[in-house]
């Protein structure tokens, strides 16, 4: 009898469990048996482990073999345990100690020739090892430069079975990290937003929304700019903080989503998912653990949904809490997975369902048009903070002055950020948007003058206390914009009009 053991990790939402795996090599008939609540492709494992040991050069052990991946409780997924069950099997066969393989979390897929292959979360993985205070985590070498963006833990990338065996006996080594690559988009050209003609107001809609990290819904005929300013928003947005682009870039990992050019997000996402997409689409889903979806891989970022009266009223609906919690919970037989999901979110609508470009020429009855934007339910659109109504451009537009550059607008905005972020330190809040109302309305409550036009709004029934909340949130960001310490009557006044004069219903 003959005892192997290995560690890898496994990965549930974007948190990591290091997961034990056991070896038992005993007497009587070859068969293989895997215990623990292994899923399809961990069950499939098998067979790819056997084919990459063989190929490798090296014995397979034609006796009775037990795997043990513990916790027994802990459901695992995915083909990330190849690595390690293989160290398992030949750490057992050979019936030798491997000092290096009990501090060390293997994570990989293996070939049926021996080559070991990328597999996702790599990221949650190892940092979840670091936490826990691994010393070594090794990879395949496609994963190496998205493990290596964690500190505190030693990242090894491995090509092949038999590299792994060599340097566990100490006579091969492993690839480090090479140098740290650019990021994703850090050198990419934004779009600008001087390529938008006219629409001053919801140019300025689009810079307040940045400012503050507010929802915004844009109204109007086609072709008038709704897409272009949606598109140019994430370049007016600041560059992701450290652990912000740590956070966003292991959503990605588990989504599948990176590759070994471009392992680290530092540019807020843009993210569009079609109008035709299901509601396991926009939120997540899938079967066994329930996989990011879009609102996820927007997170510190931008949610765009154009057409967004096309979509379905329970794809829509399915937005509140998201909007509300900043997280989706994803409940499943193998468990509940978290997701952060804090974007800003973009809405984009024709006015009815012929989208004549001259509102002279529409069609539509008067009906068909209520029932056109009444998917978007009053409780929705009660949180997205601003609302504007595009309008067909002139020709005078197309000859006159181009607007401010991205460059510009964006250094407004981050300056309206940094006045925001140090304003709101004390309670843990980085924006206007995330500020709770009730502080606002108490702590930071404003003068009776600068109230007066949401209290006529509330006590007329045109505004609900999310509104009045609401309102205030926006009046700060038009405030820190034009670099004002507290919102006045004026800044009032807009946030009011953004909140009333959009979508038409």
């Known amino acids: 009898m003959a005892l192997g053991r290995a560690y890898s990790v496994a990965v549930r939402g ?34 790819r482990v056997r084919a990459a040991v063989t190929n490798s050069g090296f014995d397979w052990p034609m006796m009775r073999l037990i795997w043990a991946l513990s916790p027994a409780t802990l459901r695992k997924a995915g083909s990330a345990y190849d690595l390690a ?4 099997v030949l750490a057992a066969d050979r019936k030798r ?72 006996d100490g006579s091969g080594a492993l690839r480090p990290p090479g140098p740290p690559v650019v990021a994703t988009g850090a050198d990419e050209p934004q779009p600008d937003l001087a390529d938008v003609i006219g629409q001053a107001q919801a140019r300025y809609a689009v810079e307040i929304a940045a400012a503050g990290a507010h929802h915004l819904m844009l109204t109007g005929p086609p072709g008038v ?87 379905s009223p ?14 989706v919970r994803l409940a499943r037989v193998d468990g509940v997975a978290r997701y952060p999901a804090r974007f800003q979110l973009v ?19 008067a009906a068909a048009k209520r029932r056109y934007l009444g998917k978007l339910s009053g409780p929705l659109l009660d949180r997205v903070d601003l609302q504007v109504q595009l309008h067909g451009v002139r020709a005078g537009a197309m000859v006159g002055a181009a607007g401010e550059p991205t460059a510009v607008v964006r250094d407004r905005v981050c300056r309206a950020r940094a006045a925001a972020a140090q304003r709101w330190a004390e309670i843990g809040a980085h924006t206007n948007a995330e500020v709770p109302g009730p502080l ?21 029934g045109a505004l609900s206390v999310r509104g009045v909340d609401r309102c205030l949130r926006i009046a700060w960001s038009v405030a820190d914009l034009a670099g004002k310490t507290a919102p006045a ?17």
Do not use: Y
């Open 97 to 168: 100690r491997w000092p290096r393989l009990e501090k060390t979390v293997l994570l990989g897929e293996l070939a049926l020739d021996g080559r070991v292959r990328p597999v996702r979360g790599v990221l949650p993985a190892v940092l979840a090892a670091a936490r826990e205070g691994w010393q070594t985590a090794v990879v395949a070498l496609d994963n190496l430069a998205e493990a290596a963006l964690v500190g505190g833990i030693e990242v090894l990338g491995v090509g092949t079975l038999t590299q792994l065996a060599d340097w566990l």
């Open 85 to 88: 069950l293989a160290a398992s």
């Open 489 to 505: 009557e004026d800044e009032v006044a807009i946030a009011l009009g953004f909140r009333q004069g959009g979508a038409a219903r």
């Open 314 to 327: 329970t794809v829509l609906e399915a937005l509140r809490t998201p909007l509300e919690e900043g997280e």
């Open 347 to 365: 809405l984009a609508a024709n006015p009815c369902p012929c989208a004549a470009p001259d509102p002279r020429d529409c069609t539509c009855a």
């Open 14 to 47: 974007l948190t990591g469990e290091i997961v034990e795996i056991e070896a038992d090599v005993a007497s009587g008939l070859p068969v293989m048996h895997l215990v623990g609540l292994p899923d399809a492709a961990v069950q499939e494992s098998r067979d």
């Open 225 to 311: 700019g709704k897409t272009m300013l949606a598109q140019r928003l994430p370049g007016l947005l600041p560059t992701l903080s450290d652990d912000e682009a740590l956070e966003v870039t292991a959503i990605h990992s588990v989504a599948g989503l990176l590759s070994e050019a471009t392992p680290l997000i530092t540019r807020p996402p843009f993210v569009a998912p079609h109008h035709t997409s299901t509601v396991a689409a926009l939120v997540g889903g899938g079967s066994g653990m329930a996989r990011p979806g879009a609102v996820s891989r927007a997170h510190r970022g931008v949610l765009f949904l154009d057409e967004c009266a096309e979509l």
């Open 440 to 460: 606002l309305r108490r702590k930071f409550r404003l003068g009776h003058r600068a109230m007066a036009p949401l209290n006529r709004a509330l006590n007329t």
